[in-house]
């Protein structure tokens, strides 16, 4: 019940875009926020974007506003970041988690965790 599975990782050149997708139980998508957090290797995790349970309000990183977009389909029980213009960057694997409506975009505060989907950016 309190599982999140990430899908629609790939290859995609520098430009290019993506849709990844969150599928959760209706349970946390009714009472928890879900962001999106992108992790290379050896780094930390990094804040993408945040969408809340209780009104729907987005939340994004500087490094991803005006490229990203968050949304949530409660008839498919998905949360998908559609990512546009990527920038070129080594492999990385994107984490959907789930937390309290408290602090969008804080690692610490994400109680629940997908197992990611890899992405890489490159030509």
């Known amino acids: 019940q309190l599982q999140l599975v990430e899908s629609g990782g790939g290859l995609v050149q520098p430009g290019g875009s993506l849709r990844l997708s969150c599928t959760a139980s209706?349970?946390?998508?009714?009472?928890?926020?879900i962001g999106w957090f992108r992790q290379a290797p050896g780094k930390e995790h990094e804040g993408g974007a945040d969408i809340s349970s209780s009104d729907g309000s987005t939340y994004y990183a500087d490094s991803v506003k005006g490229r990203f977009t968050i949304s949530k389909d409660n008839t498919k029980n998905t949360v998908d970041l559609q990512m546009n213009s990527l920038q070129p960057a080594g492999p990385a694997v994107y984490y959907c988690?789930?937390?309290?409506?408290?602090?969008?975009?804080?690692?610490?505060?994400?109680?629940?965790w997908g197992q990611g989907t890899p992405v890489t950016v490159s030509s």
């Open positions: 209706r349970f946390i998508l009714e009472y928890y926020a």
């Open positions: 988690a789930a937390a309290g409506d408290t602090d969008p975009l804080l690692v610490s505060t994400y109680a629940y």
